[in-house]
């Protein structure tokens, strides 16, 4: 049986499996799984001890085991060894003669960092040693204890809270103004809106960052508008409606839509048909209430309707009217012009 310097801290019920061990957050890598140069088999490892690097804790184990090879030899004796300890072996293990097993161990710590657990095994004198030979980075307004210069103690917890450094958005409304006008041309109790109004909407663009809940700066990063405030037009119509007669709800929608004369258009359509939606002349060349021709008819933007259909021909009546055409035949002559 080999004799083994302080073998009761590993049992011989360990399970093999086990013998060797892994840390999270290391290198997750186990002695079988790194290059076996790692394990010096000279007279005495090479530490190159420098002022950052923390006293090591030293453990010595003596074995009779007759194996050359220094890597199943800890497995052989059940030493538990880590990616970052230093092992020395003398004499070395290819001698068969036995060896004096030297296993200088790294310092476990705990690291929380912003609620994540995590354990290392680190050669760092300090603190900052430590984070500079794990390669985590600090953030400029995250907050580390203890500090980095604080000595690497075994078994200490170095709590790590990170800053939440975010963008936020502002956004600051103007509303708009209504401007009410009166409208001759429009008949009275009409509303035109002329020109929608425009919320005017100033955006402020801001680095914010917090610390354990609480704001600690804030960095203004942009400041534009992205729309500018614009006033609401409205028409009021004050023209008096003087007409009361067949279609005069349809009159009155279509000059509001167009921009026509209701009181022209009812006077021309009473003197071209009668406000009858059928009449047409003698020759059939002119129908309906306007009286209208096919090539005018087809030219009007409602020609896609009957004829003979009265909403039809008052709309086509006072779109006519908004694009100043003005006279229907022999109209001029006996009712007047329909237009302004």
Not at 131 to 152: F, M, Q, R
Request: hydrophobic fraction near 35%; glycine fraction near 8%.
């Amino acid at each position: 049986m080999p004799a083994v310097g302080f073998y009761n801290r590993f049992p011989s019920t360990q399970p093999k499996s086990s013998r060797l061990g892994i840390v999270k957050g290391a290198s997750d890598i186990s002695v079988k799984a790194i290059s076996r140069n790692l394990v010096s088999r000279e007279g005495r490892a090479d530490f190159d001890y420098v002022e950052k690097r923390a006293p090591a804790k030293i453990e010595v184990y003596f074995s009779n085991s007759k194996l050359s090879d220094s890597v199943r030899m800890l497995e052989e004796e059940r030493i538990l060894v880590f990616p970052e300890d230093h092992v020395d072996f003398f004499p070395d293990p290819r001698l068969g003669v036995g060896s004096q097993i030297t296993v200088r161990r790294a310092s476990s710590v705990l690291l929380n960092d912003n609620g994540q657990s995590i354990t290392y095994r680190t050669w760092g004198k300090r603190v900052g040693d430590f984070l500079a030979e794990k390669e985590i980075e600090l953030g400029e307004y995250d907050v580390i204890t203890p500090n980095k210069s604080a000595l690497i103690e075994p078994g200490m917890t170095i709590n790590i809270t990170r800053a939440d450094d975010g963008i936020q958005v502002e956004h600051f409304y103007t509303p708009f103004n209504v401007v009410v006008k009166d409208d001759p041309w429009l008949p009275s109790g009409k509303v035109r809106i002329k020109e929608a109004g425009i919320i005017g909407d100033r955006q402020l663009k801001w680095r914010v960052v917090k610390l354990q809940g609480g704001e600690i700066k804030r960095e203004l990063l942009e400041d534009k508008m992205v729309s500018q405030v614009r006033d609401k037009l409205v028409s009021i119509g004050t023209k008096p409606v003087g007409f009361d007669g067949p279609y005069k709800d349809w009159i009155n929608e279509a000059a509001v839509k167009y921009g026509a004369d209701p009181d022209a258009m009812y006077r021309v359509m009473m003197c071209e048909s009668g406000g009858y939606p059928y009449a047409q002349t003698t020759h059939g060349k002119y129908r309906g209430l306007f009286q209208y021709d096919n090539r005018t008819w087809s030219a009007s933007g409602w020609g896609d309707h009957d004829i003979f259909d009265p909403y039809a021909q008052i709309n086509a009546a006072a779109k006519a009217w908004a694009s100043r055409y003005t006279k229907w035949p022999n109209t001029s002559r006996i009712c007047g012009d329909l237009g302004r």
